[in-house]
C-alpha cells in the first residue's frame, strides 16, 4: 500500500529543483481556463474555440507575467512545452522532438492531470452532469466502432464522439495514457475504475450501456494485470 | 531557485480577478490546486 503524504516527485526521485517545477507547472497548466470561460462562458475547447494550453501559456508568457512566478527565464521552454502538450492526443506530442527534461515534465502533468480527473469523475459530491458533456442522457449504447477500436488500439478517436455514451470510453481511454506505474498503481489502489463504472451504470438506465461499460473495464482490467 | 509559496500566491491573486461566487471556476480552481498538491505530496 503507498503511502498518501509523497507526492507523484517524491515517486520519480526528482531533486528539489525539478519537484519545485514540477509543482509550478501544476500551479500553470490551466491557467489559460480563466480567461477561456470569462471570454466564452464554457471551458470546452471545441465551443470556445479557445485551446485552453495555448490560451495558458499567452497569459503566462504575453507581457511576461511569468517573471512574477519564476524570475530565473531557464526553465521558461520546459514550462511552455509542457503546458502545451499537457491536453494533446499523445500521437500528436512529437515526444522525439523533444528534449530529455521537456518529455520528462510534460509527462509528468499529464499524469498528475489525468490523476485528478479520475478523482473528480469518481467523486460522489461531483454531478455526473458536471462531468459528462452533453444535456441528453437518453442514449442507448455506446457506438461499436468506438468500443472495437478502442479494444484494438487502447485509443479513441475524439472526433467520433458524439453522446454521453460515447463519452464514458474517454475516462477508459485515459488507462492507456499514462507514463509512470506509480499513477497506475494509485489508479488501482483508490479503485477509481471501479466506482466510475458503479457511478455510470446508476446514471445510464440503457442495459446495453451497462454491459458495454463493463467490457470497458473489463479492457482495462487486463491491461492492468499485464502491468 | 523556484519559490512553490510565491507560485501559489501569485496563482491565487490572479485567479481571484475572477468570480469566485460561479462554481465552474472554483471548481477549476480546486483541479489545479489539487494536481499542484499531487506534485508535491502532503507531508
Known amino acids: 500500500m503507498l503511502g498518501n503524504c509523497k507526492g507523484l516527485a517524491n515517486y520519480l526521485n526528482l531533486s528539489g529543483d525539478y519537484t519545485n517545477l514540477a509543482i509550478a507547472i501544476g500551479y500553470f497548466h490551466d491557467i489559460g481556463r480563466f480567461e477561456q470561460i470569462r471570454i466564452a462562458n464554457t471551458f470546452s475547447d471545441k465551443e470556445s474555440k479557445i485551446n485552453h494550453s495555448e490560451m495558458s501559456v499567452k497569459v503566462l508568457f504575453e507581457n511576461n507575467y511569468i517573471r512574477k512566478f519564476i524570475k530565473d527565464s531557464c526553465y521558461d521552454q520546459i514550462i511552455k512545452l509542457a503546458i502545451l502538450n499537457h491536453n494533446k492526443s499523445s500521437y500528436d506530442i512529437g515526444f522525439d522532438n523533444l528534449s530529455e527534461k521537456e518529455a520528462l515534465f510534460t509527462k509528468i502533468i499529464r499524469d498528475a492531470d489525468k490523476l485528478d480527473i479520475f478523482y473528480t469523475i469518481t467523486d460522489p459530491n461531483r454531478s455526473m452532469e458536471s462531468i459528462f458533456w452533453y444535456s441528453d442522457w437518453d442514449t442507448k449504447e455506446i457506438n461499436k466502432d468506438i468500443i472495437k477500436f478502442f479494444e484494438t488500439n487502447h485509443y479513441i478517436d475524439y472526433s467520433q464522439i458524439n453522446n454521453n455514451a460515447d463519452v464514458i470510453t474517454t475516462y477508459y481511454a485515459y488507462i492507456f495514457d499514462l507514463y509512470f506505474p506509480i499513477t497506475l498503481q494509485l489508479i488501482k489502489e483508490h479503485k477509481y475504475l471501479d466506482i466510475l463504472t458503479q457511478r455510470i451504470c446508476n446514471k445510464f438506465t440503457s442495459p446495453i450501456v451497462h454491459e458495454q461499460t463493463k467490457q470497458l473495464l473489463e479492457i482495462c482490467h487486463k491491461y492492468f494485470t499485464k502491468k | ?43
Open chain 2, 1 to 43: 531557485m523556484i519559490d512553490t509559496k510565491n507560485i501559489k500566491e501569485e496563482f491565487l491573486r490572479y485567479t481571484s480577478n475572477y468570480n469566485p461566487e460561479n462554481e465552474r471556476i472554483k471548481a477549476k480552481i480546486n483541479h489545479t490546486m489539487r494536481v499542484a498538491r499531487k506534485l508535491q505530496g502532503s507531508c
